[in-house]
């Protein structure tokens, strides 16, 4: 009788061991993809696209050039815009950085994840279009360069300013929590420091939105490109679709990535061997975040030199 109620739990916990690690094995084989072609072209850390992603592009950009309404053809370009948008998102850089540190740091759920990536895909969304459309005049053409220019520095500011909100909550709790440790007895202070350290370290709305938007201000030069055929051709409304699956595509790689990071953190972390480690995550958690900005508003600066 007592064995009936564990079945389905233990039926539902293999399948969600299944899940994440075929999750992890898409990502993991993803991001060798992107590391071994960098590595080809002489730069493991190089910046742009897959040959892979390239291809698919041109084929999208050649789609929407001879678009004639067929719904099964725009399904299939539409999928083929998020799977660049995907590759895209695995290809190096201090975005998934900051969306696990972040996550590991408030202790977010897998439900936060998903805010940032959605958060992500809309920002991306917006500024791709902003500057698709004033691409169009050749006073948008300046005011879209000069962004382009300069969008490092907003983007780095507010990655700064996110790292050092966490660093103050997480050492403002520290200090208040040292102070009332004075005069609690020892059982009852580590019985409590279990419940009540996370509280003041958890993910907010603000966090999560501020997050999706440093990672979305800077438009990606496929987006843009998918938008101008779009644009030059008549099809906007074609162009926004394939620039909304492109979006979710990247928002796609990083929820999964960061669900990835939570997913770490249960296992490791709050391992008892780990918790002396757990409770330094927060800090050092949005170090990382601080960092990561500060090389932000560095290159924005560099460019200039």
Same mark, same amino acid.
């Given at each position: 009788m007592d064995s009936r109620p564990a079945a389905p739990?233990?039926?539902?916990?293999?399948?969600?061991?299944? %899940?994440?690690?075929?999750?992890?094995?898409?990502?993991?084989?993803?991001?060798?993809?992107?590391?071994?072609?960098?590595?080809?072209?002489?730069?493991l850390f190089a910046g742009g696209s897959t040959p892979l992603g390239e291809a698919i592009l041109a084929n999208v950009q050649r789609t929407v050039t001879s678009y004639?309404?067929?719904?099964?053809? @725009?399904?299939?370009?539409? @999928?083929?815009?998020?799977?660049?948008?995907?590759? +895209?998102?695995?290809?190096?850089? +201090?975005?998934?950085? %900051?969306t696990g540190a972040y996550l590991v740091g408030t202790?977010?759920?897998?439900?936060?994840?998903?805010? %940032?990536?959605?958060?992500?895909?809309?920002? +991306?969304? @917006?500024?791709?279009?902003?500057?698709?459309i004033l691409a169009l005049s050749s006073a948008g053409q300046i005011a879209s360069t000069q962004y382009l220019r300069w969008v490092g520095l907003p983007s780095g500011l507010l990655t700064v300013g996110l790292g050092g909100w966490l660093l103050w909550r997480h050492l403002r709790h520290g200090g208040e929590h040292s102070r009332e440790s004075g005069r609690l007895h020892e059982h009852t202070h580590d019985h409590d420091h279990h419940h009540d350290h996370a509280d003041p370290d958890k993910a907010t709305l603000g966090g999560l939105v501020a997050l999706g938007l440093a990672h979305g201000l800077i438009p990606t030069f496929d987006a843009l490109a998918i938008l101008l055929v779009a644009l030059n051709i008549g099809q906007l409304a074609f162009g926004l679709g394939l620039i909304a699956a492109y979006s979710l595509g990247i928002a796609a790689v990083l929820t999964a990535v960061g669900v990835l990071f939570i997913r770490a953190q249960l296992i490791i972390l709050d391992h008892p061997a780990f918790q002396a480690v757990s409770r330094r995550t927060p800090g050092v958690a949005a170090a990382v975040v601080i960092v990561l900005g500060l090389w932000l508003l560095l290159r924005t600066a560099v460019a200039f030199l």
């Amino acid at each position: 009788m007592d064995s009936r109620p564990a079945a389905p739990a233990k039926r539902r916990s293999s399948a969600t061991s299944l %899940i994440f690690t075929l999750l992890f094995v898409l990502i993991a084989t993803g991001i060798a993809y992107v590391l071994t072609v960098n590595a080809s072209r002489g730069n493991l850390f190089a910046g742009g696209s897959t040959p892979l992603g390239e291809a698919i592009l041109a084929n999208v950009q050649r789609t929407v050039t001879s678009y004639a309404g067929n719904p099964f053809s @725009a399904a299939l370009v539409l @999928a083929a815009a998020c799977l660049v948008g995907g590759l +895209h998102a695995l290809l190096p850089g +201090h975005n998934k950085t %900051i969306t696990g540190a972040y996550l590991v740091g408030t202790r977010a759920s897998y439900r936060h994840a998903l805010l %940032i990536g959605l958060a992500t895909a809309l920002s +991306h969304t @917006a500024s791709s279009v902003v500057i698709g459309i004033l691409a169009l005049s050749s006073a948008g053409q300046i005011a879209s360069t000069q962004y382009l220019r300069w969008v490092g520095l907003p983007s780095g500011l507010l990655t700064v300013g996110l790292g050092g909100w966490l660093l103050w909550r997480h050492l403002r709790h520290g200090g208040e929590h040292s102070r009332e440790s004075g005069r609690l007895h020892e059982h009852t202070h580590d019985h409590d420091h279990h419940h009540d350290h996370a509280d003041p370290d958890k993910a907010t709305l603000g966090g999560l939105v501020a997050l999706g938007l440093a990672h979305g201000l800077i438009p990606t030069f496929d987006a843009l490109a998918i938008l101008l055929v779009a644009l030059n051709i008549g099809q906007l409304a074609f162009g926004l679709g394939l620039i909304a699956a492109y979006s979710l595509g990247i928002a796609a790689v990083l929820t999964a990535v960061g669900v990835l990071f939570i997913r770490a953190q249960l296992i490791i972390l709050d391992h008892p061997a780990f918790q002396a480690v757990s409770r330094r995550t927060p800090g050092v958690a949005a170090a990382v975040v601080i960092v990561l900005g500060l090389w932000l508003l560095l290159r924005t600066a560099v460019a200039f030199l």
